[in-house]
Protein backbone atom coordinates (compact mmCIF):
# COMPACT_ATOMS: atom_id res chain seq x y z
CA UNK A 1 0.00 0.00 0.00
CA UNK A 2 1.31 3.21 -0.80
CA UNK A 3 0.10 5.06 2.22
CA UNK A 4 -1.50 7.94 3.31
CA UNK A 5 -0.76 10.70 0.01
CA UNK A 6 -1.15 14.08 0.30
CA UNK A 7 -0.85 16.96 -2.50
CA UNK A 8 0.85 19.07 -2.61
CA UNK A 9 3.53 18.74 -0.52
CA UNK A 10 4.75 22.08 -0.45
CA UNK A 11 2.41 25.34 -1.11
CA UNK A 12 3.21 28.90 -1.36
CA UNK A 13 0.61 31.10 -1.78
CA UNK A 14 -0.58 35.14 -1.18
CA UNK A 15 -3.19 36.19 1.39
CA UNK A 16 -6.30 36.54 0.38
CA UNK A 17 -5.86 33.44 -1.88
CA UNK A 18 -8.24 29.64 -1.75
CA UNK A 19 -5.61 26.79 -0.79
CA UNK A 20 -6.89 23.49 -1.35
CA UNK A 21 -4.97 20.53 0.00
CA UNK A 22 -5.88 16.98 -1.13
CA UNK A 23 -5.61 13.52 1.08
CA UNK A 24 -6.45 10.23 -0.10
CA UNK A 25 -6.44 7.58 2.77
CA UNK A 26 -5.02 4.04 2.66
CA UNK A 27 -7.66 2.13 0.75
CA UNK A 28 -10.02 0.16 3.09
CA UNK A 29 -9.55 2.44 6.08
CA UNK A 30 -13.19 4.43 6.92
CA UNK A 31 -12.23 7.12 9.42
CA UNK A 32 -9.95 10.47 8.23
CA UNK A 33 -8.30 13.25 10.10
CA UNK A 34 -6.99 16.28 9.34
CA UNK A 35 -4.25 17.82 11.60
CA UNK A 36 -2.42 20.96 11.55
CA UNK A 37 1.20 21.48 13.11
CA UNK A 38 2.54 24.84 14.09
CA UNK A 39 5.76 25.20 16.05
CA UNK A 40 3.74 27.48 18.69
CA UNK A 41 0.76 25.18 19.30
CA UNK A 42 1.97 21.59 18.19
CA UNK A 43 0.00 19.10 16.44
CA UNK A 44 -3.85 20.00 16.47
CA UNK A 45 -7.03 18.06 15.30
CA UNK A 46 -9.32 19.99 12.82
CA UNK A 47 -11.84 17.53 11.71
CA UNK A 48 -12.38 14.14 12.16
CA UNK A 49 -14.65 12.03 9.49
CA UNK A 50 -16.45 8.34 10.07
CA UNK A 51 -17.41 6.46 7.20
CA UNK A 52 -17.18 10.01 4.77
CA UNK A 53 -19.63 12.13 7.58
CA UNK A 54 -17.98 14.61 9.56
CA UNK A 55 -17.98 13.86 13.38
CA UNK A 56 -15.98 16.30 15.20
CA UNK A 57 -14.92 19.86 13.50
CA UNK A 58 -14.45 21.72 16.99
CA UNK A 59 -11.07 22.06 15.96
CA UNK A 60 -11.76 24.08 12.67
CA UNK A 61 -10.05 27.62 13.24
CA UNK A 62 -12.81 29.60 11.56
CA UNK A 63 -15.45 29.76 8.66
CA UNK A 64 -12.62 30.05 6.45
CA UNK A 65 -11.87 26.45 6.88
CA UNK A 66 -14.05 24.06 5.15
CA UNK A 67 -13.35 20.46 4.78
CA UNK A 68 -15.04 17.87 2.63
CA UNK A 69 -15.50 13.72 1.85
CA UNK A 70 -17.11 13.36 -1.44
CA UNK A 71 -16.12 9.32 -1.08
CA UNK A 72 -14.08 7.20 0.71
CA UNK A 73 -11.06 7.57 -0.91
CA UNK A 74 -10.95 10.91 -1.29
CA UNK A 75 -11.03 14.56 1.27
CA UNK A 76 -10.21 18.00 0.34
CA UNK A 77 -9.35 20.73 3.28
CA UNK A 78 -9.49 24.05 2.14
CA UNK A 79 -9.17 27.73 3.37
CA UNK A 80 -10.55 30.79 1.45
CA UNK A 81 -9.35 33.39 1.93
CA UNK A 82 -6.17 32.62 3.27
CA UNK A 83 -4.45 34.29 5.52
CA UNK A 84 -0.61 34.02 6.87
CA UNK A 85 -1.15 32.84 10.21
CA UNK A 86 -2.71 29.55 8.38
CA UNK A 87 1.19 28.97 7.40
CA UNK A 88 1.80 25.56 8.80
CA UNK A 89 2.10 22.07 7.85
CA UNK A 90 -0.92 19.76 7.58
CA UNK A 91 -1.60 16.10 7.80
CA UNK A 92 -4.05 14.10 6.79
CA UNK A 93 -4.07 10.81 9.02
CA UNK A 94 -6.40 7.54 7.87
CA UNK A 95 -7.45 4.66 10.23
CA UNK A 96 -9.62 1.55 9.79
CA UNK A 97 -11.64 1.89 12.83
CA UNK A 98 -13.02 -1.91 13.92
CA UNK A 99 -12.01 -3.15 17.43
CA UNK A 100 -11.15 0.56 18.74
CA UNK A 101 -7.97 -0.38 19.07
CA UNK A 102 -6.70 0.32 15.55
CA UNK A 103 -3.94 3.44 14.69
CA UNK A 104 -3.91 6.34 12.59
CA UNK A 105 -1.46 6.53 10.21
CA UNK A 106 -0.57 10.14 9.25
CA UNK A 107 0.49 11.19 5.33
CA UNK A 108 3.40 13.05 4.25
CA UNK A 109 2.16 16.15 4.81
CA UNK A 110 1.37 20.06 3.06
CA UNK A 111 3.40 22.41 3.58
CA UNK A 112 1.55 25.81 3.48
CA UNK A 113 3.02 29.47 3.79
CA UNK A 114 0.71 32.44 3.25
CA UNK A 115 2.88 35.27 2.11
CA UNK B 1 -5.56 18.78 27.13
CA UNK B 2 -1.67 17.83 28.78
CA UNK B 3 -2.35 14.01 30.16
CA UNK B 4 1.24 13.04 29.82
CA UNK B 5 4.46 14.29 31.14
CA UNK B 6 7.97 13.89 28.91
CA UNK B 7 11.21 15.20 29.14
CA UNK B 8 12.02 18.00 26.68
CA UNK B 9 14.82 15.82 24.72
CA UNK B 10 17.33 13.36 25.73
CA UNK B 11 20.44 11.75 24.10
CA UNK B 12 21.38 8.19 23.04
CA UNK B 13 24.79 6.49 21.59
CA UNK B 14 24.17 4.28 18.72
CA UNK B 15 23.68 1.09 19.27
CA UNK B 16 22.47 1.67 23.02
CA UNK B 17 19.21 1.03 24.20
CA UNK B 18 16.79 4.07 24.32
CA UNK B 19 14.58 4.55 27.32
CA UNK B 20 12.24 7.43 27.25
CA UNK B 21 9.87 7.98 30.10
CA UNK B 22 6.31 9.36 30.49
CA UNK B 23 4.57 10.09 33.55
CA UNK B 24 0.70 9.92 32.94
CA UNK B 25 -0.60 9.82 36.47
CA UNK B 26 -3.95 10.61 36.04
CA UNK B 27 -4.40 7.40 33.70
CA UNK B 28 -8.09 6.45 33.57
CA UNK B 29 -9.02 2.79 33.82
CA UNK B 30 -10.18 2.44 30.32
CA UNK B 31 -7.26 4.72 28.85
CA UNK B 32 -4.30 3.46 26.41
CA UNK B 33 -0.94 4.60 26.36
CA UNK B 34 0.09 5.17 22.78
CA UNK B 35 3.44 6.07 21.40
CA UNK B 36 4.16 7.88 18.10
CA UNK B 37 7.37 9.35 16.92
CA UNK B 38 7.82 12.48 14.37
CA UNK B 39 10.86 12.46 12.42
CA UNK B 40 11.74 15.67 10.56
CA UNK B 41 9.48 16.75 8.17
CA UNK B 42 7.91 13.92 8.10
CA UNK B 43 4.07 12.39 9.53
CA UNK B 44 4.40 11.63 12.76
CA UNK B 45 4.59 7.49 12.63
CA UNK B 46 3.00 4.75 14.99
CA UNK B 47 5.29 2.83 17.07
CA UNK B 48 3.01 0.90 20.12
CA UNK B 49 0.42 1.34 22.24
CA UNK B 50 -0.96 -1.08 25.31
CA UNK B 51 -3.68 -0.71 28.12
CA UNK B 52 -1.86 -2.50 31.25
CA UNK B 53 0.40 -5.34 29.91
CA UNK B 54 4.21 -4.91 28.94
CA UNK B 55 3.94 -4.67 24.76
CA UNK B 56 6.94 -6.19 22.21
CA UNK B 57 6.97 -5.19 18.08
CA UNK B 58 9.68 -4.91 16.08
CA UNK B 59 10.21 -1.40 16.85
CA UNK B 60 9.88 -1.48 20.43
CA UNK B 61 9.08 -2.34 23.60
CA UNK B 62 6.69 -0.57 25.90
CA UNK B 63 6.89 -0.81 29.64
CA UNK B 64 3.73 0.03 31.62
CA UNK B 65 3.97 0.29 35.59
CA UNK B 66 1.34 -2.13 37.48
CA UNK B 67 -0.45 1.26 38.90
CA UNK B 68 -0.32 2.50 35.03
CA UNK B 69 0.65 5.95 36.30
CA UNK B 70 3.89 6.16 33.98
CA UNK B 71 5.33 3.77 31.14
CA UNK B 72 8.67 3.47 29.49
CA UNK B 73 9.47 3.18 25.65
CA UNK B 74 12.24 1.09 25.17
CA UNK B 75 14.09 1.31 21.44
CA UNK B 76 16.53 -1.79 22.27
CA UNK B 77 19.31 -0.90 19.25
CA UNK B 78 19.26 3.20 18.81
CA UNK B 79 20.38 4.52 15.76
CA UNK B 80 20.87 7.94 13.97
CA UNK B 81 17.53 6.99 12.46
CA UNK B 82 15.91 6.83 15.62
CA UNK B 83 16.70 10.67 16.19
CA UNK B 84 13.00 12.12 16.02
CA UNK B 85 10.26 13.63 18.57
CA UNK B 86 8.54 10.95 20.51
CA UNK B 87 5.12 11.36 21.72
CA UNK B 88 3.40 9.95 24.39
CA UNK B 89 -0.36 9.65 24.42
CA UNK B 90 -3.21 8.54 26.66
CA UNK B 91 -6.86 8.45 25.55
CA UNK B 92 -9.91 6.29 25.74
CA UNK B 93 -9.41 3.50 22.83
CA UNK B 94 -12.92 4.79 21.22
CA UNK B 95 -12.68 8.58 21.23
CA UNK B 96 -11.10 8.48 17.81
CA UNK B 97 -10.65 12.26 18.05
CA UNK B 98 -9.10 12.80 21.18
CA UNK B 99 -4.94 12.55 20.47
CA UNK B 100 -3.49 15.08 22.14
CA UNK B 101 0.22 15.08 20.83
CA UNK B 102 1.99 17.79 23.40
CA UNK B 103 5.35 18.44 23.10
CA UNK B 104 6.84 15.18 23.17
CA UNK B 105 10.55 14.22 23.73
CA UNK B 106 13.17 14.96 21.13
CA UNK B 107 15.84 11.98 20.98
CA UNK B 108 19.10 12.63 19.56
CA UNK B 109 20.95 9.48 19.08
CA UNK B 110 24.69 10.42 18.52
CA UNK B 111 27.45 8.27 16.78
Known amino acids: DAGVIQSPRHEVTEMGQEVTLRCKPI?????LFWYRQTMMRGLELLIY????????DSGMPEDRFSAKMPNASFSTLKIQPSEPRDSAVYFC?????????????FGPGTRLLVL | DAKTTQPTSMDCAEGRAANLPCNHS???????VYWYRQIHSQGPQYIIH???NNETNEMASLIITEDRKSSTLILPHATLRDTAVYYC????????????FGSGTKLNVKP
Open chain 1, 93 to 105: ASQFIRDHQETQY
Open chain 1, 27 to 31: SGHNS
Open chain 1, 49 to 56: FNNNVPID
Open chain 2, 26 to 32: TISGNEY
Open chain 2, 50 to 52: GLK
Open chain 2, 89 to 100: IVRVAKDFNKFY
